[in-house]
């Protein structure tokens, strides 16, 4: 069974524009989290996805915003960019989400915001 | 709002050896589960082992054992006969039990294995 799959794995942005990641979960899999690791803050939970709608979200502004489509892929955007956004940006995948069941984290995309 | 918190942003273990990472939270839920991830410096984060809260027996896996204390509201892992594949961060995590479907991460420990 294939992994969690997320592109691009690197990208860089200048301040102001926006950007658009994307991941595929693991076939069967409805739940998608999304993630930003940085440094300092450490790992903190962006939103959660399961079956095309949005059940929970973490503290971030409106320029952050999410997606699923039918086939359980998603996306994020982050718009109007700023230099901390750089981070690494995990999703992960599960059966139905929530602590019962186990999450696969993709391996990042790694945005550096110039 | 739960906490997570690892207090040894470090550790290093000699190989074969036993070392015992700590992570303590904050919750007033009484359904939850708990979890440690390991992520090595490939960035992909893997799933170590996993603690329901109602379970009193403590979660082992292989190497990997946890010490659930939960009236202390402490989590810890020990890794026994260390090899230098389980060099990583190590990230302690709680889920609620509920409908809040995240993982709250503690900032993680950087385990180094010493040959």
């Known amino acids: 069974k294939a992994g969690v799959t997320q592109t691009p794995r690197y990208l860089i942005k200048t301040r102001g524009q926006q950007v658009t990641l994307s991941c595929s979960p693991i076939?069967?899999?409805?739940?998608v989290s999304w993630y930003q690791q940085t440094p300092g803050q450490g790992l903190q939970f962006l939103f959660e996805?399961?079956?095309?709608?949005?059940?929970n979200k973490g503290n971030f502004p409106g320029r952050f915003s999410g997606r699923q489509f039918s086939n359980s892929r998603s996306e994020m955007n982050v718009s109007t960019l700023e230099l901390g956004d750089s981070a690494l940006y995990l999703c992960?995948?599960?059966?139905?989400?929530?602590?019962?069941?186990?999450?696969?984290f993709g391996p990042g995309t790694r945005l550096t915001v110039l | 709002a739960q906490t997570v918190t690892q207090s040894q942003p470090e550790m290093s273990v000699q190989e074969a050896e036993t070392v015992t990472l700590s992570c303590t939270y904050d919750?007033?839920?009484?359904?939850?589960?708990l979890f440690w991830y390991k992520q090595p410096p490939s960035r992909q984060m893997i799933l170590v082992i996993r603690?329901?809260?109602?379970?009193?027996q403590n979660a082992t896996e292989n190497r990997f054992s946890v010490n659930f204390q939960k009236a202390a509201k402490s989590f810890s892992l020990k890794i026994s006969d260390s090899q230098l594949g389980d060099a990583a961060m190590y990230f302690c995590?709680?889920?609620?039990?509920?409908?809040?479907?995240?993982?709250?991460f503690g900032k993680g420990t950087l385990l180094t294995v010493n040959p």
């Open positions: 076939s069967g899999h409805r739940s």
């Open positions: 995590a709680y889920s609620s039990g509920g409908s809040n479907y995240k993982l709250t």
């Open positions: 603690q329901e809260a109602y379970k009193q």
């Open positions: 992960a995948s599960s059966f139905r989400g929530g602590g019962a069941n186990e999450q696969f």
């Open positions: 996805y399961f079956s095309e709608t949005q059940r």
């Open positions: 919750t007033s839920e009484s359904d939850y589960y």
